[in-house]
T-cell receptor
């Protein structure tokens, strides 16, 4: 059975805008990871956030985790064309189908 | 593309014995290694993270004395399941992360069955 979902499935924005992707899951988790995958390449590990953490930053990335709502969000600020990729969340029990982000120059 | 090998690919052992699983990144250097276990029809569950030459960081609920991780070199990491019991039967997958582009790859997995 599906243990989570991501939305939106696809997102298209202009360069410079912020992009927000959401991940919801169904079971209690120990940690949640966000990955990026450029077309034809492997998964790039972006951020790991643990269940006792609420927010984490890495450069232009901000990840939040709300365990009460069983959801996480990935925010990319000041997006660039190079951010065009698919973004996946992964928990102990769920590896998402991803959000396809297109950043238009 | 990156090549990751795991050995053995499958193992059957008696309860109480220890089993060592090797993960090798054959054409890149893995500065970070993730170890996962996967139960049937479930996603990968992160067990621990290790950096080359450092002690592993274990996730909640994972016994560090039971699942010994050694990341002695940039191309080899081992997971030893000590005093294995039937409930340890699972699919164990390593995930070496390249230090160059932070790309993470996944090994083919090791099927452990403890009788």
């Amino acid at each position: 059975s599906q243990q989570g979902e991501e939305d939106p499935q696809a997102l298209s924005i202009q360069e410079g805008e912020n992009a927000t992707m959401n991940c919801s899951y169904k079971t209690s988790i120990n940690n949640l990871q966000w990955y990026r995958q450029n077309s034809g390449r492997g998964l790039v590990h972006l951020i790991l956030i643990r269940s006792n953490e609420r927010e984490k930053h890495s450069g232009r990335l901000r990840v939040t985790l709300d365990t009460s709502k069983k959801s996480s969000s990935l925010l990319i600020t000041a997006s660039r064309a190079a951010d065009t990729a698919s973004y996946f969340c992964a928990t102990d029990y769920y590896f998402g189908t991803g959000t396809s982000l297109t950043v238009i120059p | 593309g990156a090549v990751v090998s795991q050995h053995p690919s499958w193992v059957i052992c008696k309860s109480g014995t220890s089993v060592k699983i090797e993960c090798r990144s054959l054409d890149f250097q893995a500065t970070t290694m993730f170890w996962y276990r996967q139960f049937p029809k479930q996603s990968l569950m992160l067990m621990a993270t290790s950096n080359e030459g450092s002690k592993a960081t274990y996730e909640q609920g994972v016994e560090k004395d039971k699942f010994l991780i050694n990341h002695a070199s940039l191309t080899l990491s081992t997971l030893t399941v000590t005093s294995a019991h039937p409930e340890d039967s699972s699919f164990y997958i390593c995930g070496p992360q390249s230090g160059v582009y932070n790309e993470q790859f996944f090994g083919p997995g090791t099927r452990l069955t403890v009788l």
